[in-house]
């Protein structure tokens, strides 16, 4: 399901709330904008989710054609993701010699490597059967569920806008380092396409939560290289397949580090 337009309402709020409280606060305050770039380790996703409206399967090996699973018939299986690459884009400003506040538009991108255990009912893998059995009306196919979801085409993007806070502790005149922590909302758009067949391509928006350590090294007087460790994350994204009938929750966690230039004025 995609809650885009509620999604970009929520944007909306957020980055009103912020123009108005750098209006409020920026008159004598330090303001910079920011560009980062750096690498993106997503962590593995345990997705879950069952069958709204019950499911009738296709021709398995052990599981024959036109088995009856019931509503609310349990569906998942593990998702392991490559690392990708993550941008970002910020405006911040000063509060104090050591706090700050930070707006930041975000985009992180990671393929897929591969699915594995696929279960259905809670318990029963089926990862050996013949991959018909996820098509109702299917006959076998001749490659078990395993060998086709283990090709792992298919992404995650998300874009993030997020405001946070950030604590510079005392450093020497050139070396800041930093502690920060934010809240803000997420977009992902999910593609799981193992073996080029199409199980999801939805897209979901929520809570996202960050953060970060990190270090400052200035140039000049007006530029400085930044360097920052940070954790992120959404709610689950919720989708719904193309392949079967089911609703499914993606886990959204990434461990990032990042490396960017800070422009003062």
Known sequence: MSNKPIFRSKFGILAAGAIAMTAASTANAEQY??????????????????????????????????TALPDGTSVGWNTEFDSGDNFGLAYGFS????????????????DVDRHTG????????????????????????????????????GSIETDYL????????????????????GLGYADADVSFNPSGVGIVDDSDSGLAYQASVGASW?????????GELKYRGSDDIAVS????????????????VEIGLRFKF
């Open 162 to 181: 997020m405001l946070s806070a950030y604590y510079d502790f005392a450093g020497d005149a050139d070396f800041t380092p930093f502690i920060g922590i």
């Open 95 to 110: 509060l104090s010699d050591h706090l700050r506040v930070e707006i930041q538009y975000a985009r992180q991108d990671n």
């Open 118 to 153: 696929v279960v259905v009912a809670d318990s029963l893998n089926i990862d050996s059967e013949d991959a018909g059995v996820l098509i109702t009306g299917s006959d076998n196919l001749g490659a078990s569920v395993a060998a086709i979801v283990a090709d792992g085409r």
């Open 33 to 66: 904008v920011a560009i980062s770039y750096g690498y993106a380790d997503l962590d593995n996703s345990s997705n879950s989710g069952s069958f709204p409206n019950g499911f009738t399967t296709g021709a398995g090996t052990t599981i024959p054609a036109g």
């Open 241 to 256: 397949t193309t392949l079967f009938p089911a609703d499914l929750e993606i886990e959204n966690k990434s461990t990032n």
């Open 218 to 226: 200035a140039i000049n007087d007006a530029i400085d290289i930044v």
